[in-house]
Protein backbone atom coordinates (compact mmCIF):
# COMPACT_ATOMS: atom_id res chain seq x y z
CA UNK A 1 0.00 0.00 0.00
CA UNK A 2 1.07 3.76 -1.03
CA UNK A 3 2.01 5.87 1.76
CA UNK A 4 -0.31 8.69 2.29
CA UNK A 5 0.73 12.60 2.74
CA UNK A 6 -1.82 14.82 4.39
CA UNK A 7 -0.73 18.82 3.10
CA UNK A 8 -2.73 21.02 5.39
CA UNK A 9 -1.29 23.91 4.10
CA UNK A 10 -0.55 26.09 0.80
CA UNK A 11 1.77 23.97 -1.30
CA UNK A 12 2.44 24.84 -4.39
CA UNK A 13 0.72 22.57 -7.13
CA UNK A 14 4.46 21.32 -8.08
CA UNK A 15 5.47 20.49 -4.64
CA UNK A 16 1.99 18.25 -4.48
CA UNK A 17 3.27 16.53 -7.48
CA UNK A 18 6.36 15.77 -6.41
CA UNK A 19 4.23 13.35 -3.44
CA UNK A 20 2.31 12.01 -6.81
CA UNK A 21 5.48 11.30 -8.98
CA UNK A 22 7.57 9.58 -5.92
CA UNK A 23 4.59 6.88 -5.71
CA UNK A 24 3.08 8.64 -2.52
CA UNK A 25 -0.71 9.17 -2.18
CA UNK A 26 -1.22 12.58 -1.64
CA UNK A 27 -4.45 15.11 0.00
CA UNK A 28 -4.36 18.51 -0.72
CA UNK A 29 -6.41 20.09 1.97
CA UNK A 30 -4.30 23.83 2.06
CA UNK A 31 -7.17 25.21 4.24
CA UNK A 32 -7.55 22.17 6.88
CA UNK A 33 -5.17 23.70 9.16
CA UNK A 34 -7.04 25.98 10.35
CA UNK A 35 -9.61 23.60 11.52
CA UNK A 36 -8.08 21.74 14.40
CA UNK A 37 -11.28 19.61 15.25
CA UNK A 38 -11.48 18.32 11.37
CA UNK A 39 -7.68 17.82 10.99
CA UNK A 40 -7.58 15.82 14.40
CA UNK A 41 -10.58 14.09 12.99
CA UNK A 42 -8.77 13.22 10.24
CA UNK A 43 -5.06 12.76 10.75
CA UNK A 44 -4.95 8.93 11.96
CA UNK A 45 -5.56 8.33 8.38
CA UNK A 46 -2.01 9.60 6.88
CA UNK A 47 1.90 8.83 7.08
CA UNK A 48 3.04 12.10 6.80
CA UNK A 49 1.88 15.65 7.49
CA UNK A 50 3.45 18.54 5.47
CA UNK A 51 2.57 22.13 6.82
CA UNK A 52 3.25 25.86 6.77
CA UNK A 53 2.93 27.85 9.63
CA UNK A 54 -0.99 27.61 9.68
CA UNK A 55 -1.07 24.42 10.85
CA UNK A 56 -0.38 23.62 14.51
CA UNK A 57 0.82 20.04 15.72
CA UNK A 58 0.06 20.33 19.38
CA UNK A 59 0.21 17.34 21.48
CA UNK A 60 -3.69 16.91 21.35
CA UNK A 61 -3.23 16.01 17.33
CA UNK A 62 -0.26 14.01 18.06
CA UNK A 63 -1.79 11.71 20.36
CA UNK A 64 -4.80 11.69 17.13
CA UNK A 65 -2.13 10.80 14.87
CA UNK A 66 -2.23 7.04 14.96
CA UNK A 67 -0.15 6.39 11.45
CA UNK A 68 1.76 9.26 11.54
CA UNK A 69 5.61 9.06 10.76
CA UNK A 70 6.44 12.33 9.65
CA UNK A 71 5.61 15.93 9.79
CA UNK A 72 7.06 17.97 6.94
CA UNK A 73 7.31 21.69 7.65
CA UNK A 74 8.12 24.00 4.60
CA UNK A 75 9.98 26.18 6.05
CA UNK A 76 13.25 26.55 8.93
CA UNK A 77 10.98 27.46 11.85
CA UNK A 78 8.92 24.61 13.68
CA UNK A 79 7.83 26.83 16.88
CA UNK A 80 4.60 24.87 15.12
CA UNK A 81 5.24 21.47 15.81
CA UNK A 82 5.21 19.91 19.57
CA UNK A 83 8.68 18.15 19.16
CA UNK A 84 9.22 16.47 22.57
CA UNK A 85 5.66 14.99 22.14
CA UNK A 86 6.09 14.09 18.26
CA UNK A 87 9.70 12.76 19.51
CA UNK A 88 7.87 10.92 22.51
CA UNK A 89 5.48 9.03 19.63
CA UNK A 90 8.33 7.99 16.99
CA UNK A 91 7.51 11.09 14.76
CA UNK A 92 10.12 12.36 12.57
CA UNK A 93 9.89 16.37 12.27
CA UNK A 94 11.52 17.63 9.15
CA UNK A 95 12.19 21.32 8.67
CA UNK A 96 13.84 22.84 4.95
CA UNK A 97 16.56 24.88 6.45
CA UNK A 98 18.54 25.97 3.33
CA UNK A 99 15.27 27.07 1.01
CA UNK A 100 14.56 30.76 2.52
CA UNK A 101 18.64 31.25 3.38
CA UNK A 102 18.98 33.75 0.78
CA UNK A 103 15.82 35.73 1.20
CA UNK A 104 16.37 35.62 4.94
CA UNK A 105 19.78 37.31 4.53
CA UNK A 106 18.22 39.46 2.22
CA UNK A 107 15.70 40.94 4.08
CA UNK A 108 18.15 41.45 7.24
CA UNK A 109 20.43 43.47 4.98
CA UNK A 110 17.24 45.78 3.34
CA UNK A 111 16.19 46.65 7.00
CA UNK A 112 19.48 47.67 8.09
CA UNK A 113 19.41 50.02 4.77
CA UNK A 114 16.15 51.16 5.81
CA UNK A 115 17.21 51.54 9.40
CA UNK A 116 20.28 53.60 8.46
CA UNK A 117 18.55 56.10 6.02
CA UNK A 118 15.04 56.13 7.98
CA UNK A 119 13.29 55.19 4.27
CA UNK A 120 9.89 53.92 5.51
CA UNK A 121 9.13 57.46 7.45
CA UNK A 122 10.83 59.29 4.88
CA UNK A 123 8.53 57.50 2.12
CA UNK A 124 5.53 58.48 4.56
CA UNK A 125 6.62 61.83 4.71
CA UNK A 126 7.27 62.75 0.75
CA UNK A 127 3.69 60.59 -0.08
CA UNK A 128 2.15 63.01 2.43
CA UNK A 129 3.63 66.05 0.62
CA UNK A 130 5.97 67.18 2.76
CA UNK A 131 9.51 67.81 2.01
CA UNK A 132 11.62 67.40 5.30
CA UNK A 133 15.04 66.41 3.95
CA UNK A 134 16.83 67.89 7.10
CA UNK A 135 14.53 65.49 9.19
CA UNK A 136 15.50 61.78 7.58
CA UNK A 137 19.40 62.50 7.98
CA UNK A 138 21.24 59.01 7.75
CA UNK A 139 24.21 57.05 8.21
CA UNK A 140 26.44 55.48 5.57
CA UNK A 141 26.74 51.79 5.98
CA UNK A 142 30.31 51.90 4.38
CA UNK A 143 32.84 51.62 6.96
CA UNK A 144 30.51 50.76 9.48
CA UNK A 145 31.04 47.23 12.27
CA UNK A 146 28.42 45.10 11.23
CA UNK A 147 28.12 42.10 14.62
CA UNK A 148 26.23 39.31 13.53
CA UNK A 149 25.10 36.92 16.34
CA UNK A 150 24.93 33.61 14.78
CA UNK A 151 27.11 32.49 12.03
CA UNK A 152 25.33 29.47 10.01
CA UNK A 153 23.53 29.46 6.87
CA UNK A 154 21.51 32.73 7.06
CA UNK A 155 24.02 34.86 8.94
CA UNK A 156 27.14 33.38 7.12
CA UNK A 157 25.10 35.21 3.97
CA UNK A 158 24.70 38.57 5.53
CA UNK A 159 28.61 38.52 6.64
CA UNK A 160 29.22 37.59 2.89
CA UNK A 161 27.17 40.32 1.64
CA UNK A 162 27.80 42.69 4.47
CA UNK A 163 31.43 42.71 3.23
CA UNK A 164 30.72 43.30 -0.68
CA UNK A 165 29.51 46.44 1.07
CA UNK A 166 32.19 46.86 2.39
CA UNK A 167 31.41 47.01 6.36
CA UNK A 168 33.95 45.35 8.87
CA UNK A 169 32.47 42.20 10.28
CA UNK A 170 32.52 40.70 13.52
CA UNK A 171 30.67 37.81 14.32
CA UNK A 172 29.95 35.76 17.61
CA UNK A 173 29.21 31.57 17.45
CA UNK A 174 30.11 28.86 20.01
CA UNK A 175 30.52 26.73 17.21
CA UNK A 176 32.37 29.26 14.43
CA UNK A 177 35.83 27.83 14.07
CA UNK A 178 38.66 30.34 13.87
CA UNK A 179 39.75 28.61 10.61
CA UNK A 180 36.16 29.45 9.24
CA UNK A 181 35.87 32.50 10.71
CA UNK A 182 39.24 33.29 8.45
CA UNK A 183 37.67 31.71 5.67
CA UNK A 184 34.55 34.07 5.95
CA UNK A 185 36.85 36.84 6.08
CA UNK A 186 35.23 37.96 9.47
CA UNK A 187 36.71 38.25 13.19
CA UNK A 188 35.52 35.57 15.70
CA UNK A 189 34.60 37.55 18.84
CA UNK A 190 33.13 36.83 22.33
CA UNK A 191 29.64 38.54 23.10
CA UNK A 192 30.47 41.61 24.78
CA UNK A 193 33.52 42.44 22.67
CA UNK A 194 31.04 42.42 19.53
CA UNK A 195 28.59 44.70 21.73
CA UNK A 196 30.90 47.01 22.26
CA UNK A 197 32.63 47.34 18.39
CA UNK A 198 28.94 47.14 16.50
CA UNK A 199 27.61 49.80 14.71
CA UNK A 200 25.15 47.50 13.87
CA UNK A 201 23.76 44.37 15.00
CA UNK A 202 21.60 41.76 13.42
CA UNK A 203 20.95 38.03 14.36
CA UNK A 204 20.65 35.22 13.18
CA UNK A 205 20.34 32.41 15.65
CA UNK A 206 17.10 30.04 17.00
CA UNK A 207 15.47 30.51 19.83
CA UNK A 208 16.68 28.27 22.59
CA UNK A 209 17.39 28.58 26.65
CA UNK A 210 20.44 29.75 26.18
CA UNK A 211 19.65 32.32 23.55
CA UNK A 212 16.12 33.84 25.01
CA UNK A 213 16.82 37.29 25.39
CA UNK A 214 20.04 37.34 24.50
CA UNK A 215 19.73 41.36 24.10
CA UNK A 216 18.16 42.56 26.95
CA UNK A 217 18.83 46.05 29.42
CA UNK A 218 22.37 44.47 30.54
CA UNK A 219 23.42 43.84 27.10
CA UNK A 220 21.87 47.59 25.70
CA UNK A 221 24.01 49.41 27.80
CA UNK A 222 27.06 46.90 26.95
CA UNK A 223 26.83 48.73 23.53
CA UNK A 224 28.08 51.83 21.83
CA UNK A 225 25.66 54.55 21.65
CA UNK A 226 24.24 55.21 18.54
CA UNK A 227 24.10 51.41 17.95
CA UNK A 228 21.57 49.69 15.27
CA UNK A 229 19.72 46.44 15.83
CA UNK A 230 18.00 43.92 13.32
CA UNK A 231 16.32 40.68 14.08
CA UNK A 232 15.16 38.23 11.66
CA UNK A 233 16.00 35.56 13.32
CA UNK A 234 12.76 34.84 16.50
CA UNK A 235 11.37 37.03 18.75
CA UNK A 236 12.31 36.40 22.04
CA UNK A 237 16.00 37.17 21.13
CA UNK A 238 15.70 40.17 22.21
CA UNK A 239 13.24 42.20 25.50
CA UNK A 240 11.58 44.12 23.48
CA UNK A 241 10.36 46.72 26.60
CA UNK A 242 14.05 47.18 27.19
CA UNK A 243 14.95 48.01 23.48
CA UNK A 244 12.09 50.43 23.46
CA UNK A 245 13.54 52.23 26.47
CA UNK A 246 17.02 52.04 24.76
CA UNK A 247 15.44 54.16 21.49
CA UNK A 248 13.29 57.06 23.11
CA UNK A 249 17.02 57.68 25.46
CA UNK A 250 18.64 57.67 22.06
CA UNK A 251 21.50 54.92 23.55
CA UNK A 252 19.81 52.37 20.47
CA UNK A 253 19.81 55.00 17.05
CA UNK A 254 17.18 52.70 15.54
CA UNK A 255 16.19 49.17 14.99
CA UNK A 256 15.00 46.97 12.16
CA UNK A 257 12.31 43.85 13.44
CA UNK A 258 10.45 41.43 11.58
CA UNK A 259 9.65 38.97 14.28
CA UNK A 260 8.26 39.37 17.70
CA UNK A 261 7.89 38.19 20.84
CA UNK A 262 4.57 37.40 20.38
CA UNK A 263 2.82 36.87 16.39
CA UNK A 264 0.67 37.85 15.20
CA UNK A 265 2.08 41.07 16.57
CA UNK A 266 -1.27 43.25 17.01
CA UNK A 267 1.04 45.24 19.38
CA UNK A 268 4.38 45.48 21.07
CA UNK A 269 6.34 48.29 22.48
CA UNK A 270 8.36 48.86 19.12
CA UNK A 271 5.22 49.91 17.04
CA UNK A 272 5.01 53.71 17.05
CA UNK A 273 8.47 54.63 17.61
CA UNK A 274 10.31 56.92 15.06
CA UNK A 275 13.25 55.14 14.25
CA UNK A 276 12.08 51.68 14.15
CA UNK A 277 11.11 50.12 10.72
CA UNK A 278 8.96 47.05 11.27
CA UNK A 279 7.61 44.25 9.09
CA UNK A 280 5.15 41.36 10.00
CA UNK A 281 7.59 38.35 9.18
CA UNK A 282 8.90 38.33 5.60
CA UNK A 283 11.75 36.91 5.81
CA UNK A 284 11.15 33.86 3.75
CA UNK A 285 8.75 35.87 1.72
CA UNK A 286 9.73 36.31 -1.49
CA UNK A 287 8.18 33.68 -4.54
CA UNK A 288 11.15 31.70 -4.75
CA UNK A 289 11.64 30.67 -1.75
CA UNK A 290 8.20 29.48 -0.93
CA UNK A 291 8.51 27.08 -3.73
CA UNK A 292 12.03 26.14 -2.97
CA UNK A 293 11.09 24.95 0.68
CA UNK A 294 7.24 23.69 -0.65
CA UNK A 295 9.50 21.47 -3.58
CA UNK A 296 12.12 20.86 -0.79
CA UNK A 297 9.50 19.35 1.94
CA UNK A 298 7.71 17.35 -0.38
CA UNK A 299 11.50 15.30 -2.02
CA UNK A 300 12.36 15.09 1.56
CA UNK A 301 9.19 13.37 2.76
CA UNK A 302 9.24 11.14 -0.40
CA UNK A 303 12.28 10.07 0.66
CA UNK A 304 11.64 9.26 3.45
CA UNK A 305 8.32 7.42 2.91
CA UNK A 306 9.75 5.70 0.07
CA UNK A 307 13.05 4.63 0.74
CA UNK A 308 13.73 5.45 4.39
CA UNK A 309 16.28 8.54 3.42
CA UNK A 310 15.97 10.65 6.90
CA UNK A 311 17.60 14.93 5.64
CA UNK A 312 16.88 17.94 7.76
CA UNK A 313 15.70 16.26 10.67
CA UNK A 314 14.99 18.24 13.79
CA UNK A 315 14.81 14.54 16.03
CA UNK A 316 16.75 11.90 14.29
CA UNK A 317 19.94 11.32 12.89
CA UNK A 318 19.94 11.99 8.98
CA UNK A 319 20.34 9.53 6.62
CA UNK A 320 21.23 10.28 3.01
CA UNK A 321 19.69 8.04 0.18
CA UNK A 322 22.74 7.04 -1.06
CA UNK A 323 23.48 5.59 2.77
CA UNK A 324 20.48 4.04 3.10
CA UNK A 325 20.90 1.08 1.29
CA UNK A 326 24.32 0.54 3.08
CA UNK A 327 23.12 1.38 5.90
CA UNK A 328 20.14 -1.18 6.29
CA UNK A 329 22.03 -3.96 6.99
CA UNK A 330 23.59 -2.55 9.97
CA UNK A 331 20.51 -0.78 11.41
CA UNK A 332 19.32 -4.27 11.29
CA UNK A 333 22.51 -5.39 13.25
CA UNK A 334 21.90 -1.98 15.52
CA UNK A 335 18.47 -3.37 16.53
CA UNK A 336 19.53 -7.19 17.14
CA UNK A 337 22.39 -6.03 19.55
CA UNK A 338 19.95 -4.01 21.74
CA UNK A 339 17.12 -6.58 21.34
CA UNK A 340 19.31 -9.46 23.05
CA UNK A 341 20.38 -7.04 25.84
CA UNK A 342 17.28 -6.08 26.72
CA UNK A 343 15.43 -9.55 26.80
CA UNK A 344 17.86 -10.48 28.96
CA UNK A 345 18.72 -7.69 31.48
CA UNK A 346 15.93 -6.91 34.16
CA UNK A 347 17.17 -4.65 36.44
CA UNK A 348 17.90 -1.25 35.64
CA UNK A 349 20.23 0.04 33.12
CA UNK A 350 22.94 3.05 34.41
CA UNK A 351 25.53 2.98 31.50
CA UNK A 352 25.25 1.69 27.86
CA UNK A 353 28.61 1.94 25.75
CA UNK A 354 28.48 1.43 21.89
CA UNK A 355 31.83 0.21 20.01
CA UNK A 356 32.29 0.98 16.24
CA UNK A 357 35.25 -1.04 15.27
CA UNK A 358 36.52 -0.41 11.64
CA UNK A 359 34.40 0.19 9.29
CA UNK A 360 31.78 0.55 11.41
CA UNK A 361 33.41 3.45 12.99
CA UNK A 362 33.37 5.43 9.68
CA UNK A 363 28.99 4.87 9.17
CA UNK A 364 26.47 7.09 10.39
CA UNK A 365 26.89 5.95 13.81
CA UNK A 366 24.38 8.50 15.63
CA UNK A 367 21.54 6.41 13.72
CA UNK A 368 23.11 3.04 14.52
CA UNK A 369 22.85 4.47 17.96
CA UNK A 370 19.67 5.19 18.02
CA UNK A 371 18.98 1.63 16.28
CA UNK A 372 20.85 0.17 19.22
CA UNK A 373 18.77 2.05 21.43
CA UNK A 374 14.90 1.31 20.14
CA UNK A 375 16.09 -2.47 19.97
CA UNK A 376 17.02 -2.08 24.10
CA UNK A 377 14.16 -0.66 24.93
CA UNK A 378 11.51 -2.44 22.77
CA UNK A 379 11.30 -5.54 24.77
CA UNK A 380 9.39 -3.04 27.55
CA UNK A 381 7.98 -0.70 25.29
CA UNK A 382 6.84 -2.32 22.24
CA UNK A 383 6.36 0.49 19.78
CA UNK A 384 9.25 2.17 20.31
CA UNK A 385 11.60 3.47 17.53
CA UNK A 386 14.41 5.58 16.69
CA UNK A 387 13.38 8.54 17.20
CA UNK A 388 11.28 8.33 20.29
CA UNK A 389 14.26 5.54 21.79
CA UNK A 390 17.03 8.48 22.03
CA UNK A 391 14.66 10.65 24.27
CA UNK A 392 13.33 7.56 26.71
CA UNK A 393 17.39 6.95 27.48
CA UNK A 394 17.78 10.61 27.98
CA UNK A 395 14.52 11.00 30.43
CA UNK A 396 15.77 7.85 32.53
CA UNK A 397 19.80 9.37 33.40
CA UNK A 398 20.79 6.91 31.53
CA UNK A 399 24.74 7.64 30.73
CA UNK A 400 25.26 7.05 26.96
CA UNK A 401 28.87 6.99 25.12
CA UNK A 402 30.39 6.22 21.89
CA UNK A 403 33.73 4.71 21.10
CA UNK A 404 35.31 4.97 17.47
CA UNK A 405 37.98 3.04 16.60
CA UNK A 406 40.16 1.37 13.39
CA UNK A 407 39.49 -2.37 12.79
CA UNK A 408 41.10 -4.36 15.84
CA UNK A 409 40.26 -8.26 14.47
CA UNK A 410 39.28 -10.36 11.68
CA UNK A 411 35.83 -8.63 10.83
CA UNK A 412 36.13 -6.01 8.48
CA UNK A 413 33.75 -3.87 10.70
CA UNK A 414 31.60 -4.83 14.09
CA UNK A 415 29.47 -3.46 16.90
CA UNK A 416 29.97 -4.23 20.75
CA UNK A 417 27.25 -2.61 22.95
CA UNK A 418 27.94 -2.98 27.02
CA UNK A 419 25.35 -2.50 29.34
CA UNK A 420 26.31 -1.88 33.20
CA UNK A 421 23.31 -2.34 35.38
CA UNK A 422 23.35 -1.93 39.36
CA UNK A 423 24.42 -5.55 39.90
CA UNK A 424 26.01 -7.07 36.42
CA UNK A 425 27.48 -5.45 33.20
CA UNK A 426 26.31 -7.43 30.10
CA UNK A 427 28.05 -7.31 26.71
CA UNK A 428 26.92 -8.60 22.74
CA UNK A 429 28.93 -8.11 19.56
CA UNK A 430 27.92 -8.64 15.97
CA UNK A 431 28.54 -8.31 12.35
CA UNK A 432 27.13 -8.21 8.96
CA UNK A 433 28.46 -10.67 6.22
CA UNK A 434 28.40 -10.43 3.01
CA UNK A 435 24.79 -12.16 2.84
CA UNK A 436 23.76 -8.97 4.60
CA UNK A 437 22.22 -10.97 7.54
CA UNK A 438 23.40 -10.23 11.13
CA UNK A 439 25.57 -12.40 13.42
CA UNK A 440 26.36 -12.68 16.71
CA UNK A 441 30.27 -13.03 17.19
CA UNK A 442 30.71 -12.77 21.05
CA UNK A 443 28.35 -12.75 23.97
CA UNK A 444 29.94 -12.21 27.84
CA UNK A 445 33.54 -12.19 26.03
CA UNK A 446 32.63 -15.62 24.41
CA UNK A 447 33.74 -16.01 20.74
CA UNK A 448 30.78 -17.75 18.73
CA UNK A 449 29.15 -17.31 15.19
CA UNK A 450 25.76 -17.40 15.43
CA UNK A 451 23.06 -16.80 12.92
CA UNK A 452 20.04 -14.57 13.99
CA UNK A 453 16.47 -15.74 13.55
CA UNK A 454 13.02 -14.70 14.46
CA UNK A 455 12.60 -17.15 17.40
CA UNK A 456 16.13 -18.15 19.50
CA UNK A 457 17.00 -20.01 22.96
CA UNK A 458 19.63 -18.60 24.80
CA UNK A 459 21.08 -20.39 27.62
CA UNK A 460 24.29 -19.87 30.35
CA UNK A 461 25.62 -22.71 32.09
CA UNK A 462 28.65 -24.14 33.36
CA UNK A 463 30.75 -25.94 31.06
CA UNK A 464 30.19 -29.52 31.84
CA UNK A 465 29.71 -32.86 29.42
CA UNK A 466 26.75 -33.89 27.89
CA UNK A 467 25.50 -30.54 27.77
CA UNK A 468 24.61 -30.57 23.94
CA UNK A 469 22.47 -34.05 24.57
CA UNK A 470 21.03 -32.54 27.27
CA UNK A 471 20.07 -29.53 25.22
CA UNK A 472 18.69 -31.29 22.00
CA UNK A 473 17.35 -34.06 23.37
CA UNK A 474 14.91 -31.92 25.49
CA UNK A 475 13.64 -29.62 23.10
CA UNK A 476 13.60 -32.69 20.32
CA UNK A 477 11.02 -34.41 22.76
CA UNK A 478 9.36 -31.39 22.92
CA UNK A 479 8.97 -31.15 19.12
CA UNK A 480 10.83 -28.02 18.76
CA UNK A 481 13.19 -28.48 15.62
CA UNK A 482 16.72 -26.46 16.22
CA UNK A 483 17.87 -24.65 12.80
CA UNK A 484 21.11 -23.50 14.17
CA UNK A 485 23.19 -24.64 17.46
CA UNK A 486 26.13 -22.31 18.71
CA UNK A 487 28.28 -22.84 21.84
CA UNK A 488 30.43 -20.78 23.16
CA UNK A 489 32.84 -20.98 26.91
CA UNK A 490 35.25 -19.22 28.74
CA UNK A 491 37.35 -22.16 29.60
CA UNK A 492 37.49 -25.75 30.13
CA UNK A 493 34.97 -26.16 33.30
CA UNK A 494 34.21 -22.16 33.19
CA UNK A 495 31.49 -20.03 31.87
CA UNK A 496 29.51 -21.30 28.47
CA UNK A 497 26.54 -20.13 26.36
CA UNK A 498 24.63 -22.08 23.98
CA UNK A 499 22.35 -19.82 21.40
CA UNK A 500 19.97 -21.83 19.17
CA UNK A 501 18.11 -20.31 16.41
CA UNK A 502 14.88 -22.27 16.90
CA UNK A 503 11.82 -22.90 14.03
CA UNK A 504 9.28 -21.24 16.44
CA UNK A 505 8.10 -20.51 20.09
CA UNK A 506 9.66 -22.67 23.03
CA UNK A 507 6.90 -22.62 25.66
CA UNK A 508 7.64 -21.26 29.13
CA UNK A 509 7.05 -25.28 30.77
CA UNK A 510 9.86 -26.76 27.88
CA UNK A 511 12.61 -23.89 29.50
CA UNK A 512 11.41 -25.07 32.55
CA UNK A 513 12.82 -28.71 31.78
CA UNK A 514 16.18 -27.13 30.37
CA UNK A 515 16.43 -24.66 33.84
CA UNK A 516 15.88 -27.60 36.23
CA UNK A 517 19.34 -29.22 34.72
CA UNK A 518 21.83 -27.81 37.99
CA UNK A 519 24.43 -26.39 35.58
CA UNK A 520 22.31 -23.86 33.66
CA UNK A 521 21.99 -21.02 34.91
CA UNK A 522 19.91 -19.13 32.67
CA UNK A 523 17.17 -20.09 29.56
CA UNK A 524 15.44 -17.34 28.14
CA UNK A 525 13.55 -17.18 24.70
CA UNK A 526 14.18 -14.68 22.76
CA UNK A 527 12.48 -12.97 19.44
CA UNK A 528 14.19 -10.67 16.99
CA UNK A 529 12.32 -8.13 14.65
CA UNK A 530 14.40 -9.24 11.33
CA UNK A 531 12.70 -9.53 7.76
Known amino acids: MAPRVLVSDELSETAVQIFRDRGVEVDFQPKLGKDKEKLAEIIGNYDGLAIRSATKVTEKLIAAATNLKVVGRAGIGVDNVDIPAASRRGIIVMNTPFGNSITTAEHAIALMFAVARQLPAADGSTQAGKWE ?11 KVLGVIGAGNIGSIVCARAIGLKMHVVAYDPFLSKERAEEMGVVKVELDELFARADFITLHVPLTDKTRNIIDAQAIAK ?26 SGHVAGAGFDVFEVEPATESPLFGLPN ?9 STTEAQE ?18 VSNAINMPSITAEEAPILKPFIRLA ?9 VTESAIKEIEILYDG ?5 NTKALTSAVLAGLIRPQVADVNMVSAPVMIKEKGVILSEVKRDKSGVFDGYIKLTVTTSNQTRSVAGTVF ?10 KGINLDADVGKHMVYLTNTDVPGMIGFIGTTLGDAGVNIANFQLGREKEGGDAIALLYVDGPVSETVLDKL ?11 LVFNID
Open 133 to 143: KSKFMGVEITG
Open 223 to 248: MKPGVRIVNCARGGLVVESALAEALK
Open 276 to 284: VVCTPHLGA
Open 292 to 309: NVALQVAEQMSDYLVNGA
Open 335 to 343: DVLGAFVGQ
Open 359 to 363: STAAM
Open 434 to 443: SDGKPRFIQI
Open 515 to 525: RANAAIRQAKQ
